[in-house]
Nanobody
Framework: QVQLVESGGGSVQSGGSLRLSCTAS????????MGWFRQAPGKEREGVAS???????NYADSVKGRFTISQDNAKNTLYLQMNSLKPEDTAMYYC?????????????????????WGQGTQVTVSS
């Protein structure tokens, strides 16, 4: 069992920056895949960015060039640096973690890897 605790959310004006953090209770095969998701009111949860144990990253098109996901394995901590924030980035942001699994793309970080979730941290961007 892995516990995830997010922090760093808040309110900023459009164009501003925030850095989210997610600290995991353990560094195991269950934290091989880690990522950030967000959910705005009335909308479905969407993936924002992901990273694997070796630092390979993926980003949603809507955040490419503005957000950067990174990790500090020594501190069991995942980060999301968010720059040039827009009002449409307003959402509850969640950290997720899990092991590699088999999926349509092969053996790796896929949909089934999101086994553990944090409680979320709110990000609000005003225009």
């Amino acid at each position: 069992q892995v516990q995830l605790v997010e922090s760093g959310g808040g309110s900023v004006q459009s164009g501003g920056s925030l850095r989210l953090s997610c600290t995991a209770s353990a560094y195991t095969y269950d934290t091989y895949c880690m990522g950030w998701f967000r959910q705005a009111p009335g909308k479905e949860r969407e993936g924002v960015a992901s990273i694997d144990r070796y630092g390979r990253t993926n980003y949603a098109d809507s955040v490419k060039g503005r957000f950067t996901i990174s990790q500090d394995n020594a501190k069991n901590t995942l980060y999301l640096q968010m720059n040039s924030l827009k009002p449409e980035d307003t959402a509850m942001y969640y950290c997720a973690a899990g092991p590699r699994t088999m999926y349509s793309g092969g053996y790796g970080c896929g949909p089934g890897s999101n086994r553990y979730w944090g409680q979320g941290t709110q990000v609000t961007v005003s225009s």
